[in-house]
């Protein structure tokens, strides 16, 4: 596991968008497993901004969201769908046939997590993954406790989640309290992995899962036995490292 401490946002998401842009440009049909939430927002921008200048071709790339809320339509505001829409995809040029996103209100959503599992090994597997990381440790939605054997499959959202992500919505009633995601044995199985985290409110996650026992207890622990991790973080969210 590499880690890397950077000043602040700009250079934590300048370094994360050069890891995707080298993958892009060494396998440009690379399949990319890709993270909602604030963290990676200057990742995406800095990868739109490569593209609009004529150096960054998304064209042959597969992409492969981590989540997805339980309940909200595809074109529900808050959808992680409509979130990578406007933040990411209507900016390049990923191929819309390309772009998987779990359907958070699929009619039988076992049956849309299988298929999703089935997607990803038809696509080769994921290449290079992103991932944040919750303030109680959790990668995707995958809560303190996740069996590391886990794979797509809907989840109860941990409390601490819910009310984390109420920032995005009106009220805390309204944030779904459940969620399809990729399971622990999915995120593992990517061939190279990047964790980012940004601020003091992660800094006691970064510290359980660097420097804490390897416990599915704290989730991105178990990332400590994948061969090929970095992490990308702020001084803020490094300050209780050793
Ligand atoms: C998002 C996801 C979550 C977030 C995590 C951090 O697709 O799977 O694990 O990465 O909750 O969220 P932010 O970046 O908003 O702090």
Request: net charge negative; charged share 30%.
């Given at each position: 596991m590499r880690w890397l401490i950077v000043e602040d946002y700009e250079a934590l998401s300048g370094e994360a968008a050069e890891l995707v842009?080298?993958?892009?440009?060494?396998?440009?049909?690379?399949?990319?497993?890709l993270a909602t939430g604030s963290t990676p927002v200057g990742m995406y921008q800095e990868l739109i901004r490569q593209h609009q200048a004529g150096n960054l071709d998304f064209s042959r790339i597969t992409t492969f969201n981590l989540d997805e809320y339980v309940g909200l339509s595809a074109t529900h505001p808050q959808s992680y769908r409509v979130f990578m829409h406007e933040t990411f995809f209507q900016h390049v040029n990923v191929q819309p046939e390309r772009i998987h996103i779990p359907c958070?209100?699929?009619a039988d959503l076992d049956e849309e997590c299988d298929r999703y599992e089935r997607a990803i090994q038809a696509a080769g597997?994921?290449?290079?993954?992103?991932?944040?990381?919750?303030?109680?440790?959790?990668?995707g939605f995958n809560e303190p406790g996740s069996p590391v054997s886990s794979r797509t499959r809907v989840v109860d959202l941990a409390q601490r989640t819910i009310t984390d992500n109420a920032r995005f919505f009106a009220s805390i009633e309204e944030v779904p309290t459940k969620a399809v995601t990729m399971g622990i044995q999915t995120i593992l199985e990517a061939k190279k992995i990047v964790l980012l985290a940004c601020g003091a409110s992660k800094a006691e996650a970064m510290q359980r899962m660097l420097e804490g026992e390897i416990t599915p207890g704290v989730p991105a622990s178990l990332l400590r036995?994948?061969?090929?991790v970095t992490v990308i973080m702020d001084r803020q969210a490094a300050a209780r490292l050793s």
């Open positions: 842009a080298r993958e892009v440009r060494e396998k440009p049909d690379a399949v990319l497993g958070g209100d699929a597997g994921i290449d290079l993954q992103i991932l944040g990381i919750g303030g109680n440790g959790h990668i036995e994948h061969p090929d």
